[in-house]
């Protein structure tokens, strides 16, 4: 039986319920420009504390809009 | 305070854009700008990229799952300009195709009077008839890949996932190739998804800012 394939344009994946293609955009949306920050908390030049921080580069408010969302 | 409006992403010497995309200039650098209610999830903000690209702007898109105001969009292109003038040009005429293969565990139900040997035995017969499956998936989506620029690929379980960084003027071919090599398959339970063409998410790098504080 041969291998069963479908092909689906970004609008039709988009507009799409069906689990498949909804997982793939799922994955999309993870992607992009992400901006970081690495902080590291220095005492007498012994690093003591290290923080790695995945953007929130925004202000809380549209965070909060964004979480409600 | 904010402006009430969300970054789409930053661009460079484009004069028509859809509406409601809008774009604020930064010296050599154009934000891509859309109200923040009409970008108010992932989804929406994805769709919104998706008529960016649609209309061949040529863009560095953020991530949709994480939205960035105007504000922070501007102090990133002051404070990364040079770097994204550099993406700019690399990803310049480049989208990816998300291939995405899947298949499924065999749910063959094992007899309910069964000593344990055999019942280890069964179940990993079960496995091993998914990793066959696994290594097939593999094979078909290492051949589908070809002539790509660049591609990354996920796994998790009963799925495989690659995006593949691609010429938009080469998408006919491509998909042509896939569809070809698809067909000299006999792969039964397993399904293959394509689709695109997107903005490289998935190839656009992670910014990254290191700072020290010294107590």
Redesign the interface.
């Known amino acids: 039986?041969?291998?069963?394939?479908?092909?689906?344009?970004?609008?039709d994946?988009?507009a799409s319920s069906d689990a498949?293609?909804v997982?793939?955009?799922d994955?999309?949306?993870?992607?992009?420009?992400?901006?970081?920050?690495?902080?590291?908390?220095?005492?007498a030049d012994v690093e003591?504390v290290f923080l790695g921080l995945?953007?929130?580069?925004?202000?809380p408010?549209?965070?909060r809009?964004?979480g409600a969302? | 305070m904010t402006s009430g409006r969300t970054v789409l992403g930053w661009t460079q010497g484009h004069i028509a854009y859809p509406a409601p995309v809008v774009v604020r200039e930064v010296g050599p650098l154009g934000i891509l700008l859309v109200p923040d209610h009409l970008a108010a999830t992932p989804r929406t903000r994805l769709q919104l990229q998706m008529q960016c690209f649609e209309n061949e702007i040529g863009f560095i898109p953020t991530a949709p799952s994480l939205p960035l105001s105007e504000d922070d969009g501007l102090r990133f292109a002051r404070a990364r300009r040079a770097e994204l003038l550099d993406a700019l040009v690399q990803f310049d005429g480049l989208g990816q195709l998300t291939l995405s293969m899947t298949w499924k565990f065999p749910t063959k139900r094992l007899p309910k009077r069964i000593c344990g040997r055999e019942r280890l035995r069964k179940r990993q017969a079960l496995h091993s008839v998914s990793d066959q499956q696994h290594r097939t998936a593999l094979a078909i989506i290492d051949g589908c890949a070809n002539p790509v620029i660049d591609s990354r690929t996920r796994q998790q379980n009963q799925r495989v996932e690659r995006d593949i960084l691609i010429s938009k003027r080469c998408l006919d071919g491509i998909l042509n190739g896939i569809r070809k090599h698809a067909d000299e398959y006999d792969a039964d339970g397993l399904n293959l998804t394509v689709t695109g063409l997107w903005p490289p998410f998935s190839f656009v790098q992670s910014f990254s800012g290191n700072k020290e504080a010294v107590l």
């Open positions: 039986m041969a291998l069963e394939m479908h092909m689906a344009a970004p609008s994946a988009l498949r293609l997982d793939v955009v994955g999309l949306l993870r992607h992009g420009v992400v901006i970081r920050g690495e902080l590291w908390l220095t005492v003591l995945d953007l929130v580069l925004a202000a408010d549209t965070v809009r964004a969302a």
